[in-house]
């Protein structure tokens, strides 16, 4: 619990319970509505478009149903002790969780079984407060009130008769045909089932006694209060009056000490609890066999993931206790970390409109019967995780990677179920008759009076070999859905002690050692992925206030080296989940265990850790995605066992209290008005585990003086610390007891704050560690953000966006939010087209060439990309639809603009389309307008980089692109004569040759998605009398996502022109839009395949022969860095590396380097001679080669030497002997790529360098003739020996070596 008060006789701290409370109905007050209930069906009704005439917002009556099934307002009768300094009793919470549905009322013909759920309460601070509900059945002894019941009845009854008087005789006509002899009885039962006649029914009202405990221990609870209740319903009053056992679990029962069981007593057996050690999981009480049966494990894993991912989780069930089980389970399983947004595993009924929250949320709602998941509208869907427990179904959001290791996970936790018989796939819980049955046969069994069952615990299977009547029930059991293998039946507690039996049961005791094993396979999990997290943790500031006070500037964990330092398997979840709240606030008190006590679960995680080490289990496992499965289950079972079965502690007995005469009359059947004066406080006496609880007390109150002294102010210590635990988070917890409209609207406040504090940090990091990514690839710094990462940071803008588009939305169609928008938009826009244009933000990409040959303007229009995404057929639900718009509009550079548009005044001013106003209620986040402004700056601020997110996404869509080649007029003609062609290649594939339309130069055509566009061949056949062509450049652009490219040429296409090439193989750079430049250049980040606004290299022989020759020096500074570069592209992950083929071909690629080395002191051209090229000495080396003889000293460099020449004249011959009409340039770039790929550059140039022909085409200081710089030369390049080069099909395409 948080806080601590001084300690006392019997402290709080160390007390097992710390309220009990009585809640029911308050005689004096009489029957009154549920005014919160009914306010919320009234709301709920209003919100559908009934009439409101249907619930009464006013009086709260529902004439439409039963009086008996109405909700009427409960009160808490009585609450011992008072008030706790240190725990405040909150009764409006309380009352609302013991009776969440408010009082109920039944007669002597319903079924009025006792019923036990639990519940709990966690506050601000995160501390949690755990309370135990019995709930049962009272006879009504207050005339008024029957007398009430007997009068709604009487108006029930006669507002329905006037309503059936109002139906058409016809249709009572058909309705009588309709029913014949049999149904007409069971009408009539029906009928009966629910009416209320005062002088023949007997009323009964819920009352529910609970206990209030500091942690969850939901068996010994559950075993008193039902002890308490046996105690009321007995024909024989108690051994000693009821407020004797009160008093004595609230004041003289402590908490067992860790590591410790502890013995106490109620009012018929002693009661036995136990708890984990310091260094053991931390306590659970509720059965996960029941979650494991109610859900199945395929779905329990699936939801697991979720609630780790931090998605909202919805859990819906009839039975509040089943709401609790699965959501405390689940928490449960978390361990090392812990669930950090809204907690509410039993919604009460008047706190629907949280599940409007725009957070994180883990929920439990109770089903209507006869309620289907179909019939249920939630606020938000898009990133729901329903789990309908009764019915074993979840529908789960659309995008979420799976748990590492998914399937060896089910696999060893089945193995652990199987042990206990538990079948993998659950088992639904029986029907109300089957349970009805299964306690018939269990108490008859128990309460046998004539002996005939031994003593001790039974095996059901055992008994019914002798016995006939029991074998029928069983049977009968059976097939109403009742299995019965595992039941014992259990004899009185001393003569099990007797016997020296287990004093625990041993159906408890293979839950516990279920429980611990479950969660120690959970466990293991977390340990194995997380062994070396604390090398990644990055301890930044020098004390705890400083850090305390930057904590939201710093980034505490290199999220970057521990993903690649990851399997690549783990990858999908792991980047997304250490992102979530949970993993930071791990690592936040990873960081404040430097200054503080450490937090404990984080001590155990650690210890486990460490043990792992000790054992170097982990070592050989190292960055594999191999399996290991825990190894400690066996410990585990033994220690709770052995707990169980040696009795540490043995609590003080109830004993008579100094109550006055008189009062506490036992009468049966009804829980008797208790005496306040002997339960409002504890004994006087100290006893030892008080003074213990002390003494512990003075040493903490002294550790917290000497850091006060010495470090903060406490109280602005404790400020900054809860301001740095809930970074990030919105609202952790709703208050329960204060629905007032001011605490309401406060509590929506803080969401819209907390929404705007998440799209500012998102934006930021998305920013900032995209503009790093990018300076890595203009060589500055490191890289901090992979792919991966960035996928999962765009994943969660997508969820953030549409909860913020839910938030106070009022009306819903379809899942998703934003979605539902848009189309609402769309609608309205396209009844509008035909009157005027459509808003168009118009002219963002219009290029231009000095030729005048122009790309068209792509229109930049919200309704058209909308449009291409309805057009993917790949895409099948709204939600799927609302994320590839915002990736689109993400990659467009047009987010911000667009969502500015859909919300604009001027396209909600017309009649035809739903305003703001209307679509969403006051408090909703999109209609606070300084916050809405604010969001959408943030967004804008995201076009200050660029992102491939849709078309890396969606890989296998069709895409349409518009092609463009512009020539240069002034030296040749616009249009050639011949048959152009050309095919684009991009990362995901190239598009085939094309031909080109005659006397076209532009062209659109549709192929499936392309990637980023890498290469372009253009060429011609070469026929008819203008045949040759001066190609300036080819521009690309995707239709879709407007992404233009452009492919510099600046050569001749022709035979007898250049170097005779008739095609070419051109290096696409992405063009930077006009927005970019309108956005300001000061912001824009140089895109990922920008080249140099220089003019494209010619060759020596180039039409201007103004080129400025690169020095020595500078060439061989080239070489390295073009070297360098491809070194660094195989160094990033395989999925970041980008595009090859411009290392080698583009502007500064190895190519391009080392046509520069042999350019050097090449002899130029000779007047009246053709041109010369470097494919021309490449040519005349080969004949040389394969000419003459090599001579040499050494045979072995011999063979060495002869083997390198031959396979160099092998490459060139393919080259030339190629099926395509490539130039003498473009000849050189294949034998490059190809000599890099196959690792034989480092071999050729030594063979070149030596050649005879080098003499007589090279100057004597030309850099091929320095052998120092040839040396030089061939180390750089077998540093690329390393390397699988795979080069793009477009570069080699018809070489065949």
Request: with cysteine.
């Amino acid at each position: 619990m948080s806080g601590s008060g001084a300690p006392g006789p019997g402290a709080a701290p160390c007390r097992f319970a710390h309220y009990f409370v009585l809640c029911g109905i308050d005689a004096e007050s009489g029957l009154e509505p549920d005014e919160l209930a009914v306010l919320y069906k009234w709301l709920e009704a209003d919100l559908h478009g009934k009439s409101s005439d249907t619930a009464d917002k006013t009086s709260g009556e529902n004439f439409d149903q039963s009086p008996l099934r109405r909700t009427f307002k409960s009160k808490v009768l009585a609450h011992y002790p008072q008030n706790i300094e240190w725990n405040p009793f909150d009764q409006d919470a309380v009352n609302m969780l013991c009776m969440p549905k408010g009082l109920s009322f039944r007669t002597q013909a319903d079924n009025r079984d006792p019923q036990l759920h639990s519940f709990i309460i966690t506050r601000e601070d995160g501390s949690r407060t755990y309370g135990f509900v019995l709930t049962f059945y009272e006879e009504v002894t207050s005339k008024q009130i029957c007398t009430a019941m007997q009068t709604l009845y009487q108006m029930h009854n006669a507002e329905q008769y006037s309503s059936v008087c109002a139906s058409s005789s016809c249709s009572m006509d058909s309705l009588a045909s309709s029913i014949d002899e049999g149904d007409a009885t069971s009408l009539a039962k029906l009928q009966r089932y629910n009416s209320y006649d005062i002088s023949r029914d007997t009323l009964y009202v819920s009352k529910c006694i609970c206990l209030i405990t500091p942690l969850p221990f939901m068996q010994a609870c559950k075993k008193f209060l039902i002890q308490l209740y046996k105690a009321v319903t007995s024909q024989q009053p108690p051994p000693l009056p009821l407020e004797s056992y009160i008093h004595n679990i609230l004041y003289e029962v402590p908490l067992p000490p860790p590591g410790r069981s502890l013995k106490f007593y109620g009012v018929y057996e002693p009661i036995i609890c136990q708890r984990p050690g310091p260094n053991e999981l931390p306590l659970s009480d509720y059965p996960l066999r029941e979650v494991f049966e109610l859900l199945g494990l395929e779905n329990l894993v699936q939801v697991f993931t979720c609630v780790l991912l931090e998605m909202q989780i919805l859990l819906y069930s009839q039975d509040y206790q089943r709401l609790m089980t699965v959501a405390e389970g689940i928490t449960t399983l978390l361990f090392p970390f812990q669930w950090q947004h809204v907690y509410v595993p039993i919604l009460p009924a008047s706190l629907l409109h949280f599940l409007d929250a725009p957070v994180p949320y883990l929920m439990g709602l109770q089903s209507k019967e006869g309620t289907d998941r179909s019939k249920l509208e939630l606020p938000q869907e898009a990133n729901l995780c329903f789990v309908d427990i009764d019915n074993h179904f979840i529908e789960l959001p659309e995008e979420f990677p799976q748990f590492p290791n998914k399937l060896e996970f089910i696999q060893e936790i089945s193995e652990v179920l199987l042990q206990f018989g538990i079948p993998p796939e659950g088992n639904l819980h029986c029907s109300d008759s089957a349970t009805k049955l299964k306690n018939l046969v269990l108490s008859d069994l128990v309460n046998d009076k004539n002996g005939n069952i031994p003593g001790n615990a039974l095996n059901m299977y055992e008994l019914l070999k002798g016995n006939e009547t029991i074998a029928r029930l069983q049977a009968l059991a059976k097939r109403t859905g009742v299995t019965m293998e595992k039941m014992t039946i259990t004899a009185p507690l001393a003569e099990k002690e007797k016997d020296g039996k287990l004093p625990c049961e041993e159906v408890e005791l293979r839950d516990y050692k279920l429980n611990v094993q479950l969660r120690e396979v959970f466990a293991n999990r977390f340990t194995q992925m997380f062994a070396d997290y604390e090398a990644f943790v990055i301890q930044a500031a020098p004390d705890m206030e400083s850090w305390l006070t930057n904590r939201e500037q710093m980034q505490n964990f290199d999220k970057a080296s521990f993903l690649s330092d990851q399997p690549e398997p783990y990858l999908p979840f792991l980047s997304h989940f250490i992102e979530t709240q949970m993993f930071a606030t791990f690592i936040d008190n990873k960081i404040m265990s430097q200054w503080e006590e450490k937090d404990p679960l984080l001590r155990v995680f650690d210890s486990r850790i460490e043990k792992i080490r000790l054992y170097n289990v982990r070592a050989p496992a190292l960055r594999t995605s191999n399996y290991q499965k825990c190894s400690t289950l066996k410990e585990a079972a033994q220690s709770i066992e052995q707990r169980l079965m040696k009795i540490d502690h043995t609590a003080i007995h109830p004993h008579l209290l100094d109550m006055k005469i008189g009062q506490g009359k036992y009468e049966q059947g009804f829980f008797p008005k208790l005496q306040s004066d002997v339960l409002a406080t504890g004994p006087t006496n100290n006893n030892r585990w008080a003074s213990r609880s002390a003494t512990t007390q003075r040493r903490k109150d002294r550790l917290r003086q000497h850091s006060e002294h010495i470090g903060l102010d406490n109280d602005l210590r404790e400020k900054y610390m809860q301001e740095a635990r809930s970074l990030g988070k919105n609202l952790r917890q709703p208050k329960l007891s204060d629905l007032s409209p001011a605490v309401i609207a406060q509590t929506n406040w803080k969401f819209v704050e907390g929404l705007l504090k998440e799209c500012r940090m998102k934006t930021k990091r998305m920013l900032v560690e995209k503009m790093g990514h990018e300076a890595v690839e203009l060589g500055h710094g490191e890289a901090n953000i992979t792919g991966l990462e960035e996928n999962t940071l765009i994943a969660s803008l997508c969820d953030l966006l549409e909860r913020i588009w839910s938030h106070g939305l009022q009306v819903k169609q379809g899942k998703s939010a934003l979605w539902s928008h848009l189309l609402q938009y769309q609608e309205r826009e396209e009844k509008q087209e035909h009157n005027a244009e459509s808003p168009v933000a118009v002219g963002t990409e219009r290029r231009k060439s000095d030729t005048g040959i122009t790309l068209p303007t792509l229109r930049v229009s919200l309704i058209q990309d909308m449009r291409h995404v309805q057009n993917m057929s790949e895409i099948k639900t709204d939600v799927g639809r609302a994320r590839a718009w915002i990736r689109l509009s993400l990659e467009k550079k047009l987010l911000s603009q667009h969502l500015k548009q859909l919300l604009s005044n001027q396209a909600l001013a017309n009649n035809v389309f739903v305003s703001t106003r209307k679509l969403y209620k006051r408090y909703a986040f999109l209609r606070c307008e300084e916050e809405r402004e604010q969001f959408l700056y943030h967004l804008l601020s995201l076009n200050a980089v660029d992102y491939f997110c849709f078309t890396s996404v969606f890989t296998t869509i069709m895409i349409p692109y518009r092609s463009v080649i512009i020539p240069i007029k002034k030296l040749s003609n616009a249009i050639t004569t011949s048959n152009p062609w050309i095919c684009v290649s991009g990362e995901l594939g190239d598009t085939g040759v094309m031909q080109i339309p005659k006397n076209h130069l532009e062209m659109t055509f549709e192929c499936q998605n392309l990637g980023k566009l890498t290469t372009v061949q253009i060429g011609h056949d070469n026929s008819g009398l203008l045949a040759k062509w001066l190609v300036d450049c080819v521009m690309v652009r995707n239709e879709i996502t407007g992404h233009t490219y452009k492919f510099p040429c600046g050569r001749w296409l022709g035979k007898g022109v250049d170097d005779g090439s008739l095609e070419r193989i051109l290096i696409g750079e992405l063009v930077s839009s006009t927005s970019d430049e309108e956005l300001g250049k000061q912001c824009r980040t140089p895109p990922q395949q920008k080249s140099p606004t220089t003019a494209r290299r010619l060759s020596i022989t180039s039409l201007t022969g103004k080129n400025t020759k690169p020095n020595a020096g500078q060439i061989q500074e080239g070489i390295g860095e073009a070297v360098n570069n491809i070194v660094k592209h195989f160094h990033k992950p395989e999925k970041e590396r980008g595009s090859l083929t411009i290392l080698l071909c583009g502007e500064n690629g190895l190519v391009a380097a080392l046509e520069q080395v042999f350019h050097h002191g090449f002899k130029s051209a000779r007047i009246f001679h053709k041109n010369v090229f470097i494919w021309d000495f490449i040519e005349k080396a080969v004949a040389y080669f394969e000419t003459s003889d090599q001579i040499g000293d050494n045979e072995e460099a011999l063979l060495l030497q002869r083997s390198s020449c031959k396979t160099f004249c092998h490459y060139v011959n393919a080259i030339n002997t190629a099926p395509r009409n490539i130039g003498k340039d473009g000849k050189f770039q294949i034998l490059v790529c190809l000599g890099t790929r196959d690792h034989l550059l480092s071999q050729w140039i030594p063979l070149l360098a030596e050649c005879p022909p080098i003499t007589r085409m090279y100057e004597e200081n030309a850099l091929l003739r320095d052998r120092m710089t040839v040396n030089s030369l061939i180390r750089v390049l077998q540093t690329l020996q390393d390397f699988n080069v795979i080069l793009e099909g477009s570069l080699i395409k018809g070489v065949d070596v």
